[in-house]
Structure formats: structure tokens, C-alpha cells
């Protein structure tokens, strides 16, 4: 299932006009590989929440073109990533549930085909239980590992701006060259001193 986001990653200049650093995408879409079926999965896997009883039945604002589909399946994530790329989004952002979940077991299948599509991948950390600043600091460490470069926190908030200080700290320019944490829901103090950091080194 997708979700259009107007992401345009921009870092402001010195003269106050926006420019984008030389490697992001001007354009992103979010990306939830939730879905499960039967077939594939064992079971459904979201498509039945809150009562749904698919297949007729679907926990989805709109019945999908593909019926029930499983986020597992090669072949759909290839269609969907064509989709994506011919749309002209440059990134997709994948939603994330922490080491071990359901999306962590389908990551790299979403790597593959959105790579296969000349896509750039992120991750959005979402708040799985016992999700700590110390545990993000190495989740994101983890997904590196998997090439990926750009992480967006969901409900950051949830810490005061201070406690993330240590986490910033330790990427250092380079780093955050590639890397942007994109903190949601407002405007918190650690997105204006990132994007004040990708101003410096994108100038350079």
C-alpha cells in the first residue's frame, strides 16, 4: 500500500533560497510492506484488522487493483516499484518495525526491487515496543549495513530534543551528507539543526 508524501529534501542556502544536496531525491513516497496472505504468509497480515474479514472484505480505504496481495511476493513489489518509477518518485520510504518484524523479514526483498528500478530506499522507524534513542542509534547503524541512507522517526517526539543529541552526534559530516533524520508531526529543534548541517556540508 502506498502513501504520496510531498517530500521535497531541501537544505536552505545561505542566501535563504532552497537547493537540494547533490545525491537526494527532490521526491519520496512513503511505503508500507505490511501485507500478508494465506498463501504466502500463513495467514492474512493486516488486511484483516479491525474485523475485515478479507478477501472481499479489506482493511483499506480502497479495494487494491491487485485483490489481497502479499507484500511478500517478488512479483508484486516489482510492479509496484515500476509503478513508483515511472511516477517519477525518486525514493521510497519504507516503513519499519524493528529487527525481526514482518518488514524486517521483507526488507530485502523491497531493497532488491525498488534498486532494480533505479529507486533510492529510506526508512521509517516506526514506535515498536521498547523503542529507546540508544536502540534507534543502532537500528539505523543496522540498516546502513543494507545501504541505506536516509531515516525518517516516527513520533521523535516522544523524547525531548536533548536526549537525541548523542545519536546526532555521533554521525559526523560525512555522514550526514547522506543522512537525513526527518523528524515528523512538528517542526522539533534536532530537523532545524540538521537541515542547518546539510547546508553546511552540501556548500562545501
Known amino acids: 500500500m502506498l502513501v504520496l508524501a510531498a517530500l521535497a529534501m531541501f537544505a536552505p542556502a545561505a542566501d535563504g533560497s532552497l537547493h537540494t544536496t547533490a545525491s537526494a531525491p527532490t521526491t ?46 517478488q512479483s508484486v513489489l516489482d510492479a509496484q516499484m515500476h509503478e513508483i518509477a515511472r511516477a517519477g518518485i525518486g525514493e521510497v520510504v519504507v516503513s519499519w518495525w524493528g529487527r525481526g518484524s514482518a ?5 530485502p526483498a523491497v531493497l532488491a526491487a525498488a534498486r532494480r528500478h533505479g529507486l533510492e530506499v529510506a526508512a521509517h522507524l516506526e514506535p515498536y515496543g521498547g523503542r529507546t534513542i540508544a536502540g534507534t542509534a543502532l537500528d539505523i547503524a543496522y540498516l546502513r549495513t543494507l545501504g541505506i541512507r536516509d531515516f525518517f522517526i516516527y513520533h521523535a517526539t516522544d523524547f525531548p530534543a536533548a536526549d537525541w ?25 534536532l530537523a532545524a539543526a540538521l537541515l542547518a548541517l546539510r547546508r553546511r556540508i552540501a556548500s562545501h
Do not use: C, M
Open 28 to 73: 519520496a513516497i512513503f511505503f508500507y510492506p505490511w501485507f500478508g496472505t494465506p498463501a504466502r504468509d500463513g495467514g492474512y497480515d493486516h488486511w484483516q484488522q479491525n474485523g475485515h474479514q478479507p478477501s472481499g472484505d479489506l482493511a483499506s480505504a480502497f479495494y487494491p487493483a491487485r485483490g489481497a496481495y502479499s507484500s511478500s511476493d
Open 103 to 107: 518488514v524486517d523479514e521483507r526488507l
Open 165 to 189: 543529541q548523542p545519536v546526532t552526534a555521533a554521525l559526523d559530516g560525512t555522514l550526514l551528507g547522506q543522512t537525513a533524520l526527518a523528524l515528523q508531526e512538528e517542526l522539533h529543534p
